[in-house]
């Protein structure tokens, strides 16, 4: 089961139901959806439970601290000094400058603040560019994701994740990716 099937399962899960059988001559309320032949042979478990890959604390701290540019965020905040100097000034550190007052350290992992469409704050950890790919990856093609365009892709990504550039990264991950590519409809001329 996959993608607009699996995303409906979940939505059902939270609700209490039970499915009965009405003969056609019975049910006084049938519309044409209800009498459709399924070909489907195969029925699935309203359960369904959704592994997506996760990251343990252990290896994002170790992958932060490999990541030149975001081991020399951490050591800054843990100096308690301000980002300053020439390096600062240079893409990526600059865009970190601009958000160090967001940014905060936990149990070692870096996090960034962030803030909802209705105002709500959240922390989402800083990704370090050798994890990219793995969550775009899991966000993108995971059997609850179904290929989702690049929006959809980056609204997911935004809840759980952060690193400088997510937008150009998950543009081009969904236009490089052949399944989305091959049942893109085209535009009409």
């Not at 059988?21 to 959806?33: E, P, S, T, V």
């Not at 540019?69 to 601009?98: C, D, H, Y």
Request: charge should be positive; glycine fraction near 6%.
């Amino acid at each position: 089961m996959e993608g607009r099937l699996c995303r409906w399962a979940l939505a059902l899960q939270e609700f209490d139901f039970t499915i009965k059988y009405r003969k056609g001559i019975n049910n006084q309320n049938a519309d044409a959806l209800s009498r459709l032949v399924s070909d489907c042979s195969n029925h699935f478990n309203a359960a369904v439970q959704i592994v997506a890959p996760t990251i343990s604390n252990q290896e994002l701290q170790s992958a932060q601290t490999a990541d030149p540019v975001i081991s020399k965020v951490i050591s800054t905040l843990l100096e308690g000094a301000e980002p300053q100097g020439n390096e600062w000034k240079r893409f990526p550190l600059r865009r970190f400058a601009q958000l160090f007052p967001r940014l905060q350290l936990s149990n070692g992992i870096l996090l960034v603040r962030q803030t909802s469409g209705i105002g709500d704050e959240y922390v989402v950890p800083v990704i370090p560019s050798s994890m990219k790919g793995t969550l775009m990856k899991s966000c993108h093609e995971a059997q609850s994701a179904g290929h989702l365009g690049t929006n959809r892709t980056l609204a997911r990504l935004r809840r759980t994740a952060y690193w400088i550039g997510m937008d150009r990264d998950v543009l081009q991950f969904c236009k490089k990716c052949m399944v989305c590519q091959r049942c893109k409809l085209g535009r009409p001329v």
